[in-house]
């Protein structure tokens, strides 16, 4: 089955930059999106169609891609932002939807 | 406001169904797919398929089908999800969530339903 592979964390100081990376085969034909969750909620979408921005979302928040991988880059990190990321997106057969493992942001 | 309410906290034994209801407000329902998602314990999201309110066409994931049925009632703008043959590893939140399509992206999710699979 098709898989998305994110690091399990990353840390970073308060007002550095964060990138958190997502692999996978399909990504070059198929959207990606970034949601950020803290614990006790729902996920919240940050990212959609690789690099758009929802309304009410961050202006530090961006997504690149680059062939098989995409990127969450969170510039200007803040307490706020500590979180566990995942990315989502769909094999380029079926269209299963698919998330990856997901990355833990720590702000030290 | 766009707004996805679901069912409350639910325990089963194993073997057991399960059934968590998601009532859509806010929009209208027939024009958005209604996804389910469940996150174990310290776990990821895990997508479990779809249902289209239009007309009511579902796909189910792979790991789920055979034991997943999704339905809907579109005159009190809900959707269902049901899960038999029930097991420990079942316990997670199983949520729902809105998408314009139907590998697009959640743009507004349930609070979530917590079910709890124990003897």
């Known amino acids: 089955s098709y898989e998305l592979t994110q690091p399990p964390s990353v840390s970073v100081s308060p007002g550095q930059t964060a990138r958190i990376t997502c692999s996978g085969d399909a990504l070059p034909k198929q959207y990606a999106y970034w949601y950020q969750q803290k614990p006790g909620q729902a996920p919240v979408v940050v990212i959609y169609k690789d690099s758009e921005r929802p309304s009410g979302i961050p202006e530090r928040f961006s997504g690149s891609r680059s062939g098989t991988t995409v990127t969450l880059t969170i510039s200007g990190v803040q307490a706020e932002d500590e979180a566990d990321y995942y990315c989502?997106?769909?094999?380029?057969?079926?269209?299963?939807?698919?998330f990856g493992g997901g990355t833990k942001l720590a702000v030290l | 406001q766009v707004q996805l309410v679901q069912s409350g906290a639910d325990v089963k034994k194993p073997g057991a169904s399960l059934r968590v209801s998601c009532k859509a407000s806010?929009?209208?329902?027939?024009?958005?797919?209604i996804h389910w998602v469940r996150q174990a314990p310290g776990q990821g999201p895990e997508w479990m398929g779809w249902i289209n309110p239009n007309g009511g066409a579902t796909k189910y994931a792979p790991k789920f089908q055979g034991r997943v049925t999704m339905t809907r009632d579109t005159s009190i703008s809900t959707a269902y999800l049901e899960l038999s043959s029930l097991r420990s590893d079942d316990r997670a939140v199983y949520y729902c969530a809105r998408s314009t399509g139907s590998y697009s992206y959640f743009d507004y999710w349930g609070q979530g339903t917590l079910v709890t699979v124990t003897s």
């Open positions: 989502q997106s769909a094999d380029n057969n079926d269209f299963y939807v698919v």
């Open positions: 806010g929009y209208t329902f027939i024009v958005y797919f």
